[in-house]
């Protein structure tokens, strides 16, 4: 059977870690070649290595997506060494600015709106130009369901950026879908990465909360989200543009 992304070149942002790595591990399970990019040389060097002990074709490009320049450069090295671009995930992230609103310090406040939401901004501009200049492709976004679909205490700073992330994507994909680029968005909910783990919080602590805190009664696997993931990137999916797909155990249901 052929596989479903063969031939295709995907980028995705914070592909080192937690939910991007999955991400790129499934694209290169699926056939593509992969670009995963992030600040720290050394995990993005780890998921270069998974996929590479499987026989895919990977490569580490080290960037900040807050930095226009730097998110220029992500999209021109991708096609440089994977020779197109054809799949964007915008996953790179971070919780920050934890707290209630009244206490949430203001340049923590810069650093989580600089990273989630001028970050994914800044990385969707210069993929966007790129796809509509080169037969198009598909971008999808890495939201929350916190910021949308609903709040969390102490989660504002957070909350609102996902929110914003989640309005931006809804907005490029009506603006850029007649130039053939067909965005959309995941919205998990907590995650089994080191994101959703509390401090000090051990495996069975967490797994113990997470009974409670999902209808589920568990936290999403990163395989999950990855698998949403691929199939908005895919033709499939032709018809799906600006969706939000939640994936929260029915958290939010
Ligand atoms: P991780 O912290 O493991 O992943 C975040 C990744 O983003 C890291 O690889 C990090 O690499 C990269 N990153 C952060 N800032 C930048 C930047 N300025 N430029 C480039 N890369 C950057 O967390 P998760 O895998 O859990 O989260 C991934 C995404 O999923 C995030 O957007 C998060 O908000 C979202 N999400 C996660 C949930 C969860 O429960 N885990 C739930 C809902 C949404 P580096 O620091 O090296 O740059």
């Given at each position: 059977m052929?596989?479903?992304?063969?031939?295709?070149?995907?980028?995705?942002?914070?592909?080192?870690?937690?939910?991007?790595r999955a991400v790129a591990l499934a694209f290169a399970r699926e056939g593509a070649r992969v670009a995963v990019a992030g600040r720290t040389e050394g995990p993005l060097a780890e998921t270069v290595g998974l996929i590479e002990r499987e026989g895919g074709k990977a490569v580490a490009l080290t960037g900040d997506v807050t930095d226009g320049a730097d998110a220029a450069r992500l999209?021109?090295?991708t096609v440089e060494y994977l020779g197109a671009l054809d799949v964007a995930v915008n996953n790179a992230g971070v919780l920050g600015g934890l707290g209630p609103?009244?206490?949430?310090?203001?340049?923590?406040?810069?650093?989580?709106?600089?990273?989630?939401?001028?970050g994914t901004?800044?990385?969707?501009?210069?993929?966007?130009?790129?796809?509509?200049?080169n037969g198009g492709g598909a971008i999808v976004n890495i939201s929350s369901n916190v910021g949308t679909h609903m709040s969390i205490a102490g989660l504002g700073a957070y909350g609102a950026t996902k929110a914003a992330v989640t309005a931006l994507t809804r907005a490029a994909a009506r603006d850029h879908i007649a130039d053939g680029v067909r965005i959309n968005l995941v919205s998990p909910g907590p995650i089994d990465t080191p994101m959703s783990t509390r401090p000090g919080e051990s495996a069975a602590d967490k797994a113990e909360r997470m009974k409670g805190a999902t209808p589920v009664g568990r936290a999403g696997a990163v395989d999950e989200v990855a698998a949403a993931v691929l199939h908005l990137a895919s033709p499939e999916a032709g018809y799906t543009v600006g969706a939000d797909l939640v994936l929260d155990g029915g958290v939010t249901a």
């Open positions: 052929s596989k479903r992304f063969a031939d295709r070149a995907v980028l995705v942002t914070g592909g080192g870690t937690g939910i991007g999209v021109r090295e609103v009244a206490d949430i310090d203001e340049a923590e406040w810069e650093r989580v709106l600089g990273t989630n939401v001028t901004f800044l990385a969707m501009k210069h993929q966007i130009a790129h796809l509509r200049a």
